[in-house]
């Protein structure tokens, strides 16, 4: 069936250096792609989003890039601050209705 | 603004018991989305409602799950006889149309079955 595969699971980082995030997804159809932070506790939250008739977007420290043709995109946060830490979500959508999320990388920024 | 609002925020109950999880959508959103979070499986939606309208539950892992909309602004998710292997963190999440949009997620209903 459709999936969409995220790596790494788990990634740690120096506060101030960056840290990249990856998806791939199956379903060629797709064209819009989201990223959730989930803090302890909570539940997910949009971060950014990308849509197909782009190949980058920003949106301060965070942005997303996008390659179509290799079915993946990618998340990118630049000066990583402790409040950063959190598991992280891509997802892509199924049929063009429904999305399917990644399993999620947990982000450890330490001081 | 109000999010998506979903009670109760913790639940703990006994195998055979029902359980009646509430989600309140955000105002003017027209798809609603139930999810479960586990750490085994991830996150895997359950069913989806269209203008209140079901639309896709091949998520719903077996009969004892159901859901209902009866309005624009009220869905519930329904276990009955609960079971210690439906524990989860069960999420509700809307949005303005169920393709190509962001979903907004409520805070979740932690649900433990003993």
């Known amino acids: 069936g459709e999936n969409v595969e995220q790596h790494p699971s788990t990634l740690s980082v120096q506060e101030g250096d960056s840290a990249v995030i990856k998806c791939t997804y199956s379903?060629?159809?797709?064209?819009?792609f989201p990223w959730y932070k989930q803090e302890l506790g909570k539940g997910p939250q949009l971060i950014i989003d990308?849509?197909?008739?782009?190949g980058e977007k920003k949106d301060q420290r965070i942005a997303v890039t996008l390659n179509k043709t290799a079915k993946h995109f990618s998340l990118h946060i630049t000066e990583t601050q402790p409040e950063d830490s959190a598991v992280y979500f891509c997802?892509?959508?199924?049929?063009?209705?429904?999305?399917?999320f990644g399993t999620g990388t947990r982000l450890q920024v330490f001081p | 603004d109000a999010g998506v609002i979903q009670s109760p925020r913790h639940e703990v109950t006994e195998m055979g018991q029902e359980v009646t999880l509430r989600c309140k959508p955000i105002?003017?959103?027209?798809?609603l989305f139930w999810y479960r979070q586990t750490m085994m499986r991830g996150l895997e939606l359950l069913i989806y409602?269209?203008?209140?309208?079901?639309?896709?539950d091949s998520g719903m892992p077996e009969d004892r799950f159901s859901a209902k909309m009866p309005n624009a602004s009220f869905s519930t998710l329904k276990i009955q006889p609960s079971e210690p292997r439906d524990s989860a963190v069960y999420f509700c999440?809307?949005?303005?149309?169920?393709?190509?949009?962001?979903?907004?997620f409520g805070d979740g209903t932690r649900l433990s079955i003993l």
């Open positions: 999440a809307s949005s303005l149309a169920s393709s190509n949009q962001p979903q907004h």
């Open positions: 379903d060629s159809a797709s064209n819009y």
């Open positions: 990308i849509r197909s008739n782009v």
């Open positions: 997802a892509a959508p199924v049929n063009t209705d429904k999305l399917i």
């Open positions: 105002s003017g959103h027209n798809s």
């Open positions: 409602f269209n203008n209140n309208v079901p639309i896709d």
